[in-house]
């Protein structure tokens, strides 16, 4: 049977966006206070791993590295099907850049022993580095195929994957265990289910701290991170209002024009 | 201490019921809109997303799950589609005499096939004579071989054409003090839908008349004790029924709030949006208030409910608030909205249109007053 591991974040949730606030040292965005959703792209891997476990049999545990709030995401992974959910969360994980999320998701996918396939969304809606995938295949030492928008060939130990590149896509061949990312592309997420929130009641989100890991304070959160985001600004949206003028014709072009050069068309 | 949160997994069945009326029901509501009809669709997705099992037992193939999350789930599906919401309200009124005077044997026949909606039900008291009065019913019973007989019409009834299961209340032919309650199936001989309504809103919701014609209803579908039907249908509609009306009503009021607030961040007057003005903020908070009072009151209820305590009274002041909040809010909506209020491209006018509707079902808001005036001076 399958060992399947999902990686998800929670992110803010799109309607909370006027709410966001930047920490102005660490150009974070703190999730702590703020409504939290799974990220879209971790439900298509989530997703994914349903659909393999149903086909074939197989045990999902998801992991999210993220602050208590985090839980929800959590459980609701749990509800959706997940068998087991384990939240990474300490102070000190706090303000970790892709490097340092990555390298703490890596020793946490470790802790759990032998794993066959690790699943994550292609990126976050928030902070959207699209590394996270290819960091842990470094960590983990498994080969990742990113931007995978089909599972061709699923059964044994050989997959083969359609992949998503500029203007095309890949077929490619890969030995288990391995790391995929998913786009939109691949499936369609299921929803919640009543029955399946009912069956979660008796699942545990196990939480694991700094200690738990094992690590050295500098390797993870802020600290373990190389990155440095000189800056983070609120973007104002404005809409202006222009009439055009002359005939219907003049109208047309003068209009078209103007879609050409915003680029639209 | 009063603790006035939803539990954590109560917000996730809420959540659940949101995701459900996005992405299942919002896409079937311009169909329902424009014909009036096709309701079958929804139909389908009410019971394949286990709707119609929150509040039956799960010894009898539903969730047990209680009415504050009943609740929840119509208001969140009344915030897409008020017309689903009402058949599904309904469908769980019809539901809930089996599950509280049903014999063993009725609960065992009836219950899983209402659970996965394979089967959908409604409860018919309404007649031409009015729905305030149901001593008034003049539907007849009469013993005939060892079965009941059943004569009369009722009108208003939601479900009417799609429900495979009917509670029908009638009188005793014989005894005019005796009412009794009783199980129809569709498939009955004497028994058919007749007229089908067309309502000011809640388009796409049936609502219809049924004919009984010597229809001939076997002995054990006698529902409760037999005389004590008035009791049997009134409990249903008391409670499930007003609990119901609430949850929509408050779904119709989030939707009118969510509209408001939409169109008056986007509509630019005097060189700013006119959620800047004081006048539509008030509006706006209005809205606001009644949708917060309302969710108290409404949630009370249904927790009273769910503690396995009566809460007819409560669930009438709740019933009483939320329908008339939801015409307040749903003319509030469109007033902000200006000329396009009048428009049908805009939401806002299917929420006048549905806000309508919401007033008579499950009684009147006076017959509403009537209850909780009893209540204050007793």
């Known amino acids: 049977m399958l060992s399947i591991v999902v990686c998800v974040k929670a992110v803010p949730e799109p309607k909370a966006a006027e709410d966001l606030k930047i920490d102005p040292v660490t150009k974070a965005i703190p999730r702590h206070d703020i409504p939290l959703e799974i990220n879209p792209l971790d439900r298509n891997a989530l997703e994914a791993a349903l659909h393999f476990k149903e086909q074939a049999g197989a045990s999902i545990t998801v992991i999210s590295m993220g602050p208590p709030p985090a839980g929800d995401i959590v459980k609701e992974c749990l509800a959706l099907g997940s068998d087991e959910g384990i939240l990474l969360s300490d102070p000190a994980f706090a303000g970790a850049d892709a490097l340092a999320t990555a390298y703490t998701l890596a020793k946490a996918i470790e802790k759990l022993g032998e794993v066959d396939l690790v699943l994550c969304g292609r990126a976050s809606s928030d902070g959207a580095t699209e590394w996270v995938g290819p960091e842990l295949s470094v960590f983990l030492d498994f080969p990742v195929v990113t931007m995978v928008r089909e599972f061709i060939q699923f059964n044994g130990s050989s997959w083969q994957v359609k992949a998503d590149i500029e203007n095309g896509y890949r077929l490619v061949q890969v030995e288990l265990p391995a790391i995929f990312t998913v786009t939109q592309d691949l499936n369609s997420p299921r929803t919640l289910s009543f029955s399946g929130i009912i069956q979660s009641r008796k699942k545990e989100i196990t939480t694991w701290g700094l200690k738990d890991l094992a690590l050295p304070a500098n390797t993870v959160g802020l600290a373990g991170s190389p990155t440095i985001v000189s800056k983070l600004e609120y973007v104002e949206s404005k809409r202006e209002c222009e009439i055009i003028e002359g005939s219907l014709d003049e109208k047309l072009d003068q209009m078209i024009g103007k879609l050409v050069e915003a680029g639209a068309v | ?378």
Not at chain 2, 350 to 377: C, E
């Open chain 2, 1 to 378: 201490m009063i603790d006035f949160t939803l539990t954590e997994e109560q917000e996730l069945f809420q959540k659940a019921a949101r995701e459900f009326a996005e992405t299942k029901i919002a896409p079937h509501v311009p169909e329902m809109e424009e014909t009036g009809q096709s309701w079958d669709p929804v139909i389908k997705e009410l019971g394949a997303g286990e709707m119609m099992a929150i509040t039956i037992p799960e010894q009898y193939g539903g969730l047990g799950l209680g009415y504050t999350v009943r609740m929840l789930a119509l208001e969140e599906i009344a915030r897409i589609s008020v017309a689903t919401a009402m058949m599904m309200q309904v469908g769980g009124l019809g539901i809930d005499p089996i599950v509280l005077f049903g014999t063993e044997e009725q609960k065992e026949k009836y219950l899983p096939g209402l659970a996965t909606g394979e089967r959908f039900a409604t409860v018919a008291v309404t007649e031409p004579t009015g729905g305030s009065d149901p001593k008034g019913c003049r539907t007849t019973y009469k013993k005939q071989n060892g079965s009941y007989v059943l004569n009369g019409r009722k009108c208003f009834i939601t479900n009417s054409h799609i429900a495979d299961v009917q509670v029908v209340l009638a009188l005793d032919e014989d005894n005019p003090e005796a009412y009794s309650t009783f199980i129809l199936e569709k498939e009955m001989d004497g028994f058919e839908p007749t007229h089908i309504e067309h309502k000011i809103g809640m388009r796409g919701c049936n609502t219809g008349e049924i004919e009984m014609k010597d229809c001939v209803v076997p002995a054990e579908n006698l529902l409760g004790p037999e005389g004590k039907g008035m009791r049997v249908s009134m409990t249903a509609i008391s409670e499930s029924g007003r609990a119901g009306m609430i949850g929509c009503a408050l779904g119709l009021q989030t939707a009118c709030l969510e509209a408001a607030i939409k169109f008056a961040n986007e509509r630019i007057l005097y060189g700013k949006p006119i959620s800047r003005l004081q006048a539509q903020q008030f509006k706006i908070a209005e809205i606001k208030i009644d949708l917060e009072a309302g969710r108290l009151l409404g949630y009370r209820a249904s927790a009273t409910h769910d503690k396995g305590e009566r809460a007819g009274n409560e669930y009438a002041v709740a019933k009483y608030f939320t329908t008339e909040a939801a015409q307040k809010a749903a003319k509030m909506a469109a007033d902000i909205h200006g000329g396009y209020g009048c428009m049908e491209e805009y939401p806002v006018t299917r929420y006048v249109r549905d806000s309508f509707v919401l007033g008579p079902s499950a009684g009147t808001s006076d017959i509403m007053k009537v209850i909780v005036s009893r209540w204050a001076l007793s």
